[in-house]
């Protein structure tokens, strides 16, 4: 790691959380293996069964109370509050991990479980409960919360703020992705167009792995500290 790096973009994905004991997506139990996504995350699925959509997420919202964050989520949070740089941390999931080890230069392209989406007014409440009993909005009173979850055909949230990171940063660093869903896809190439190096840090080879100039293999919770502690060490020479 060069000291010359000043502003950030880290990237997250379901691995990270996994040693928080959250299941990914598209490994061994990954959620795509119970279901399929058809049913579960996409407008047309909720349109089409309410009931089973509401479940998997009420499952999902429901596991967080069950789980803390790890050694990688720490890891960000210390990197947050120690970085004097610029830092976006761009994650993928939506459970609460990063903000429970303390983060705050994050946000949730995906969207959050923790949170809930009039149909009806567009407003997003904070929401820790079950939604599949059809609670009214506490916005407009409709019955027509659905999860805060972006599904897949929708358009994630805040791209122009990370589109407008990535053009500034001088270090793209991505964990615990497969690189199977765009844009996140995409962010390495838009960084690397833009002058940034770029770092992986994976339990395996990814979809991506060819286009970051450095990728190192294992598990987050050994990776990310380390990274955070060369990086952060950098800065004092
Ligand atoms: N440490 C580091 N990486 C890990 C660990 C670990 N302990 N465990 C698993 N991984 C890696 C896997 O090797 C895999 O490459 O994390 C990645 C998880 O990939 P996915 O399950 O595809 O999850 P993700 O990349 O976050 O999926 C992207 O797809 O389904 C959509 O919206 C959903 O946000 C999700 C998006």
């Known amino acids: 790691m060069t000291s010359d ?77 120690a970085w004097p740089g610029e830092l976006l941390i761009v994650t993928q999931n939506v459970d609460d991990l990063h903000e429970r080890a303390g983060a705050r230069r994050l946000l949730h392209m995906h969207g959050e479980l923790l949170s809930a989406l009039c149909a009806a007014c567009g407003m997003a409440t904070r929401w820790a409960g079950a939604m599949g009993h059809g609670p009214e909005c506490p916005g407009c009173g409709a019955r027509a919360l659905r999860p805060d979850i972006v599904f897949f055909g929708e358009m994630p949230y ?29 962010f390495v190439q838009t960084a690397r167009h833009y002058g940034a190096g770029t770092l992986e ?9 060819f286009q970051f100039s450095e990728s190192r293999m294992g598990k987050a919770s050994r990776l990310v500290p380390q990274w955070v502690s060369e990086i952060l060490g950098a800065r004092n020479h």
């Open 201 to 209: 840090l994976n339990l395996e080879p990814s979809a991506g792995s």
């Open 5 to 81: 790096i000043r502003n950030i973009v880290v990237l997250t994905g379901a691995g990270i959380s996994a040693e928080s004991g959250l299941a990914t997506f598209r490994g061994p139990d990954g959620l795509w293996e119970g279901h399929r996504v058809e049913d579960v995350c996409t407008p047309e699925a909720l349109a089409r069964d309410p009931v089973l959509v509401h479940r998997f997420y009420d499952a999902r919202r429901a596991a967080l109370e069950s789980v803390t964050p790890n050694a990688a989520h720490e890891a960000l949070a210390h990197l947050d509050a």
């Open 158 to 186: 805040q791209m122009d703020r990370i589109d407008e990171a990535l053009t500034r940063a001088d270090l793209f660093v991505s964990i615990g992705t497969s690189g199977a869903v765009y844009p996140a896809a995409g």
